[in-house]
């Protein structure tokens, strides 16, 4: 079964700083690799996703992450956050090659923007 | 606003006892999805529904179940209600066509409390 790694649970940071979140997932040879966003009391936003081609996906709002196959990790990064970029971080990755397309999420990371 | 409506945001009901949680997809959209998100087991894809067919199946318990009404509105009945099972039940939509590719959107959720 695929598992999610999501390493920290919580990443304070200053805003303008750069940051990551980290997510590792179990091997696949065939994967779908989501980033979902969590603002208080609402549902979750698709942030970004990686199907094929580049490993380097980009978001509207400045998210990146990139697909890295032999580490098997799909890390988000922003090279300057704002404080309205405070929220929970989902990673999730469904498993192309089974068949059965269930997602399958980590545990979260709250990003926490301070001014 | 994702498009995508929950009916109600909150419940509490006792244990034992039986609930129906609704969702409304996207307009246009024929896959619905259910989620639920609690502290314990964090997000876990329960079940899904394509065009009214039963399409993939997660962790749902056997005292859980769904369906998708031809007018592609979905129910997720819940009875023999645990303590356990209280949890941020969320509904999400997408087109449908695609497995696994797709965009989800997020309906804001029902808060579920058993006492």
């Known amino acids: 079964a695929q598992s999610v790694t999501q390493l920290d649970s919580q990443v304070p940071v200053f805003e303008e700083a750069p940051v990551e979140l980290r997510c590792n997932y179990s091997s696949s040879v065939s994967v779908y690799l989501f980033w979902y966003v969590q603002y208080p009391n609402q549902g979750l936003q698709l942030l970004l996703k990686?199907?094929?081609?580049?490993?380097l996906v980009e978001s509207i709002n400045g998210f990146e992450a990139e697909f890295n196959k032999s580490q098997t990790s799909f890390h988000l990064r922003k090279p300057s956050v704002h404080i309205s970029d405070t929220a929970e971080y989902f990673c999730a990755v469904i498993d192309a090659s089974g068949g059965s397309y269930i997602p399958t999420f980590g545990r979260g990371t709250s990003l926490i923007v301070h001014p | 606003d994702s498009g995508v409506t929950q009916t109600p945001k909150h419940l509490i009901t006792a244990t034992g006892q039986r609930v129906t949680l609704r969702c409304s997809p996207r307009?246009?959209?024929?896959?619905v999805y259910w989620y639920q998100q609690s502290l314990d087991q964090g997000l876990q894809f329960l079940i899904q529904y394509y065009n009214g067919e039963e399409r993939a199946k997660g962790n749902i318990l056997e005292r859980f179940s769904a369906q998708q009404f031809p007018d592609l509105h979905s129910e997720l009945n819940l009875s023999s209600l645990e303590l356990g099972d209280s949890a941020l039940y969320f509904c999400?939509?997408?087109?449908?066509?695609?497995?696994?590719?797709?965009?989800?959107?997020f309906g804001p959720g029902t808060r579920l409390l058993v006492l």
């Open positions: 999400a939509s997408s087109v449908g066509g695609q497995r696994g590719q797709e965009t989800q959107y």
């Open positions: 307009s246009g959209d024929l896959s």
């Open positions: 990686y199907l094929s081609g580049s490993t």
